[in-house]
């Protein structure tokens, strides 16, 4: 059957739950005559009556009772789904481990909502990755990574490149200390997995034994900010550290790079590809973070 029209079924809806057309007229802001042409389509496209006027008001046929939790139903979905979508546009939840959060992402976030007001953005910071997002819990991911999963799109933001750097303060009088003296100090880990400062020192042409001791850390931010402290010399990544080397609170000791396998990149869906929500971090994000020229706006 041809379903009726969804303009009639509206006004019937509100006519139904206040017992009166003179009232679904005001709600809808129309006239009475024109609530009564609705009504009168609906009727017959069923064939049958849906009110009963009465003195008292409107009063609905066993037809209409039976039409009207159906169509009060599908309203209330309609209703729920169109501002889960109208929500969804105005919303984005970024994914960043606490250190690109702490170093990156918040330090320039006022930017980007003095930018964009009107969207609402919530910063997830956890250190797993779900490489298809198949959890939900964030649209947009800043990530490191060396491989890419089918069904995203990854815009690489820069190579991740590490120098040795520390507080002034660990030396104290002290000149600042060559390669060879390094290991007079202690050596803080950015990682419990990755060999970190064994690749390093092997790059400087240096080699210090089988055995390097370092104090690891969970994330490079907590790395970095013991060794702002003055407990000993980080290996820290450059893209990091711009503000602790222009404020003194670190010292570069080298110039020897170590240029890791993976590099920095920001996430997203393909299906998310046209949200104007994550157009926008897009490329705000490339603008701020990227070492290549960002892509021109798509909106």
Same mark, same amino acid.
């Given at each position: 059957?041809?379903?009726?029209?969804?303009?009639?079924?509206?006004?019937? %809806?509100?006519?139904?739950?206040?017992?009166?057309?003179?009232?679904?007229?005001?709600?809808?802001?129309?006239?009475?005559?024109?609530?009564?042409?609705?009504?009168?389509?609906?009727?017959?496209?069923?064939?049958?009556?849906?009110?009963?006027?009465?003195? #008292?008001?409107?009063?609905?046929?066993?037809?209409?009772?039976?039409?009207?939790?159906?169509?009060?139903?599908?309203?209330?979905?309609?209703?729920?789904?169109?501002?889960?979508?109208?929500? +969804?546009? +105005?919303?984005?939840?970024?994914?960043?481990?606490? *250190?690109?959060?702490? #170093?990156?992402?918040?330090? +320039?976030?006022?930017?980007?909502?003095?930018?964009?007001?009107? %969207?609402?953005? *919530?910063?997830?910071?956890?250190?797993?990755?779900?490489?298809?997002?198949?959890?939900?819990?964030?649209?947009? *991911?800043?990530?490191?990574?060396?491989?890419?999963?089918?069904?995203?799109?990854?815009?690489?933001?820069?190579?991740?490149?590490?120098?040795?750097?520390?507080?002034?303060?660990?030396?104290?009088?002290?000149? #600042?200390?060559?390669?060879?003296?390094?290991?007079?100090?202690?050596?803080?880990?950015?990682?419990?997995?990755?060999?970190?400062?064994?690749?390093?020192?092997?790059?400087?042409?240096?080699?210090?034994?089988?055995?390097?001791?370092?104090?690891?850390?969970?994330?490079?931010? %907590?790395?970095?900010?013991?060794?702002?402290?003055?407990?000993?010399?980080?290996?820290?990544?450059?893209?990091?550290?711009?503000?602790?080397?222009?404020?003194? *609170?670190?010292?570069?000791?080298?110039?020897?790079?170590?240029?890791?396998?993976?590099?920095?990149?920001?996430?997203?869906?393909?299906?998310?590809?046209?949200?104007?929500?994550?157009?926008?971090?897009?490329?705000?994000?490339?603008?701020?973070?990227?070492?290549?020229?960002?892509?021109?706006?798509?909106?």
């Amino acid at each position: 059957m041809k379903l009726p029209p969804l303009n009639a079924l509206r006004v019937f %809806l509100v006519a139904a739950e206040h017992h009166s057309f003179t009232k679904a007229g005001e709600t809808l802001h129309l006239t009475q005559g024109a609530v009564s042409r609705h009504i009168q389509t609906l009727e017959a496209h069923y064939g049958l009556p849906l009110f009963v006027r009465q003195a #008292r008001g409107l009063t609905l046929t066993p037809e209409g009772v039976a039409l009207f939790p159906a169509v009060r139903d599908a309203f209330s979905r309609i209703e729920a789904a169109s501002e889960a979508i109208s929500r +969804r546009s +105005r919303e984005l939840r970024v994914k960043a481990s606490p *250190s690109i959060a702490s #170093r990156w992402v918040l330090p +320039r976030f006022t930017q980007f909502r003095n930018r964009y007001p009107e %969207l609402m953005v *919530s910063l997830v910071t956890v250190t797993g990755f779900d490489p298809n997002f198949k959890s939900r819990e964030y649209d947009i *991911s800043f990530q490191a990574c060396e491989t890419q999963e089918p069904g995203l799109i990854y815009h690489r933001l820069r190579g991740a490149r590490f120098v040795p750097v520390a507080s002034p303060a660990l030396f104290k009088d002290k000149p #600042r200390p060559t390669i060879e003296q390094f290991l007079d100090y202690p050596l803080l880990h950015p990682s419990h997995e990755d060999q970190f400062w064994s690749q390093w020192f092997a790059l400087s042409g240096m080699n210090p034994g089988s055995s390097i001791e370092a104090y690891a850390f969970d994330t490079l931010d %907590l790395a970095i900010t013991a060794a702002s402290r003055g407990m000993g010399i980080t290996l820290a990544e450059e893209s990091m550290i711009a503000d602790d080397l222009a404020n003194g *609170s670190l010292v570069q000791l080298s110039d020897v790079a170590l240029v890791t396998s993976w590099a920095y990149y920001l996430i997203y869906p393909q299906e998310l590809a046209t949200l104007p929500s994550v157009i926008a971090f897009r490329d705000w994000a490339l603008s701020e973070f990227s070492d290549s020229p960002p892509p021109q706006a798509t909106l």
